[in-house]
């Protein structure tokens, strides 16, 4: 049996509520694509309908189309009793109490680290992990968030997509970040999984933002958290204008939902920026640079906890 069908049962194993694996609530099929992602997300009622519907429940974005059908990966569908968890997974960490954001950059990252500097990561307490690379392809993104998806949701720890909202249902993440110049909300919403809306707890999307305005048009369209900045000029962003501390106090004022400033933050300037009025910070080149990550992670995290 193929390596992605027994990872991707294991992972169901460990995520579903124990009634859910075993018995007749457990039927395992041979089908490829996206169904697995779709079917671990959702519980149905009492009738316990197939998941043949997830396949073609995106439309043009067929199952026989996803980067894992085209590795050939078995996954499975299931049949799944009632049940009141609609979100991915048991002790999911919540979006509206996270504080420290990390980021994964493969810019920062030798690829042969990648699971190191993960768990360095989830250990050091971040919140949120994204999971960025400008340089990968789709097929070379997917396999990298593969890699991962197994550790953040044993740590209970949202996996969000950079610039790949279509990969949310094939790697099982959380969500999905895009840019000014990408997808919109609603798009990446849609191609994340919004087609099954009405019976599963929506993927998160997160919009960057770099001035009051964007803020304010990225949360009316529903955006389920913005980042803002660069506050400071960033090797991360090189050649984006910072935009300085200034307009932190009111972007916090004025939005509903979580705002998470970025870009040239580091433990030498955090205190500004949390006297400016910022809640929750994204730290990424000085934190995959630290020495102990881990170290680095949890002195943040307690400093924004103390502040909270």
């Known amino acids: 049996m193929r390596r992605g069908f027994s990872l991707g049962q294991e992972r169901f194993e460990k995520i579903c509520p124990p009634h859910c694996a075993t018995g007749s609530d457990f039927k395992v099929g041979s089908f490829a694509g996206t169904a697995l992602s779709f079917a671990r997300r959702r519980y149905t009622g009492a009738n316990r309908r197939p998941y043949t519907e997830a396949a073609t ?28 968890f609609l979100w ?20 920062y990252v030798p690829p042969a680290d990648v699971e190191r500097v993960t768990v360095a990561l ?31 949701e044993a740590a209970g720890v949202p996996l969000i997509l950079n610039d ?12 999905a970040h895009v840019g000014q110049d990408d997808f919109s909300v609603d798009d990446a919403r849609w191609r994340a999984g919004r087609a099954l809306a009405a019976e599963v ?35 991360t962003k090189p ?11 009111q972007v916090q004022a004025t939005a509903k ?18 006297e400016a ?8 080149s000085q934190m995959l640079g630290a020495r102990d990550i881990a170290r680095y992670a949890s002195e943040v995290r307690a400093v924004l906890s103390a502040r909270r």
Not at 201 to 218: C, N
Not at 239 to 249: D, N
Not at 277 to 284: H, L, N, P, Q
């Open 122 to 152: 989830l250990e050091g307490g971040v919140d949120v992990l994204q999971l960025r690379a400008k340089e990968a392809g789709e097929e070379e993104f997917e396999a990298l968030a593969r890699r991962i998806i197994g550790l953040t």
């Open 201 to 235: 707890q929506l993927p998160l999307i997160g919009k960057s933002t770099h001035s009051l305005q964007q803020a304010a048009a990225a949360m009316e369209a529903g955006a389920d958290y913005i980042g803002f900045g660069p506050l400071y000029p960033t090797p």
């Open 257 to 274: 939902q979580p705002v998470f400033c970025i870009g040239g933050i580091k433990r030498e300037n955090l205190e500004a920026v949390l």
């Open 57 to 84: 429940a995106r439309g043009p974005q067929r199952a026989s189309e996803s980067a894992a059908a085209k590795h050939g990966l078995e996954e499975v569908f299931f049949w799944l009793p009632f049940s009141p």
């Open 239 to 249: 050649g984006r204008p910072s935009i300085g501390l200034k307009e932190i106090a």
């Open 88 to 107: 991915l997974h048991h002790g999911m960490k919540s979006l509206a109490e996270a504080l420290l954001y990390g980021i994964l950059d493969m810019g």
């Open 164 to 175: 790949y909202p279509q990969l949310v249902p094939s790697v099982g993440a959380q969500g």
């Open 277 to 284: 009025g910022a809640r929750r910070v994204v730290i990424v």
